[in-house]
């Protein structure tokens, strides 16, 4: 079945840098974005940013551009999200997200829906 | 940038139907997702492509999306379905997801 695993809750100091894992299985990691959303405490989701391990693009919502990085690592399944110069304003559960639709090629993020989850990552900013 | 405007709270008998609705500019050009969280839970995807339904997911689910809003429709509501409930859009002039506000619904 396919599954995304993510990595533990994570304490981190303003100013810091955190890395959250998603790990996959279950199907063909090379053909489906991820992406990553996070949830502050008691809000809405937030869309951060995605990529697609054929090729390694990467598109970032404007707010995180030059603060958040998505990368992947195609002989473990497994992708990775840092955000840098964190602010308590980041404290949030963090999730990876696959793409429902497939990439055969040259894809972008969007318009496809999220169709299998992590569990999420809490990640406390606080001094 | 885009907003997605969702009521706040719906409240619902069991057995009753529930219509949550997703308003934004020019939302029947966009394609839109719902997804159904339950507390501590990671988001579960309910309807795609304005009214597709995912395997697994129960007929009482039904989307459309008719131009001045998108709705989700929940027929014949049970106690399993109070959750808070989110749309999705891709937004092509800023190159981003955005979610709606978020809907809490409630069965009496």
């Known amino acids: 079945q396919i599954q995304l695993v993510q990595s533990g809750p994570e304490n981190k100091k303003p100013g810091a840098s955190v890395t959250v894992s998603c790990k996959t299985s279950g199907y063909s990691f090379l053909n489906h974005g991820i992406n990553w959303v996070r949830q502050a405490p008691g809000q809405g989701l937030e869309w951060l940013g995605w990529?697609?391990?054929?090729?390694?693009?990467?598109d970032y919502a404007q707010n995180f551009q030059g603060r958040l990085s998505v990368t992947t690592d195609t002989s473990t399944k497994t992708a990775y999200m840092e955000l840098t110069s964190l602010t308590s304003d980041d404290t949030a559960v963090y999730y990876c997200?696959?793409?429902?639709?497939?990439?055969?090629?040259?894809?972008?993020?969007?318009?496809?829906?999220?169709?299998?989850w992590g569990q999420g990552t809490l990640v406390t900013v606080s001094s | 940038s885009y907003e997605l405007t969702q009521p706040p709270s719906v409240s619902v008998a069991p057995g009753q139907t529930a219509k949550i609705t997703c308003g934004g500019k020019?939302?029947?050009?966009?394609?839109v997702h719902w997804y159904q969280q339950k507390p501590g839970q990671a988001p579960l995807l309910v309807v795609y492509?304005?009214?597709d339904r995912p395997s697994g997911i129960p007929e009482r689910f039904s989307g459309s999306n008719s131009g001045k809003a998108a709705a989700l429709t929940i027929t014949r509501v049970e106690a399993g379905d109070e959750a808070d409930y989110f749309c999705q859009v891709w937004d092509r002039s800023s190159d981003q997801y955005v979610f709606g506000t978020g809907t809490k619904v409630t069965v009496l």
């Open positions: 492509d304005d009214s």
């Open positions: 997200a696959r793409d429902e639709g497939v990439c055969g090629g040259d894809c972008s993020a969007g318009p496809t829906a999220f169709d299998y």
């Open positions: 020019n939302i029947g050009g966009k394609v």
């Open positions: 990529t697609i391990p054929n090729s390694r693009s990467t």
